[in-house]
């Protein structure tokens, strides 16, 4: 699994009135992974692709929750999110790098295989 994290800036223009306008910066986080023919095919024979890499709530004409799948990041091939400050992209791409993509990986290789078909212990 290889990973690209690339950061932007935006100028967004938004309408404050009938003639007048303000313009803010959207900071972007764009992360592109290319998975391993191997990974690929693990994802495929385990069907894994609705597994939710990410999931947040959200309040947008009432609250749900929205989830980004592995199919989504296969399909995609580059996640886009954007965030209002540095700060939230700063953050983001932290959890990318210390939990979300790590866990990823590790889901990912525990589905290789289901271990000893047979095993004996004592109590």
Do not use: C
Request: proline share 3%.
């Amino acid at each position: 699994m290889r990973v690209t994290i690339k950061r932007e800036e935006e100028q967004v223009k938004h309408k404050t009135g009938l003639f007048s306008s303000t313009t803010k910066t959207n900071y972007k986080v764009l992360t592109t992974v290319d998975f391993s023919e191997v990974e690929l095919a693990i994802i495929k024979q385990h069907n894994l692709g609705d597994i939710a890499i990410f999931q947040m709530e959200m309040d947008t004409f009432g609250p749900h929750t929205y989830s980004y799948t592995l199919d989504h990041l296969i399909k995609d091939r580059t996640w886009v999110r954007g965030f209002p400050t540095p700060l939230e992209a700063n953050e983001f791409e932290h959890e990318l790098k210390g939990t979300i993509l790590p866990n990823l990986k590790s889901y990912i290789e525990a589905n290789t295989s289901q271990g000893a078909t047979t095993e004996t212990f004592e109590l």
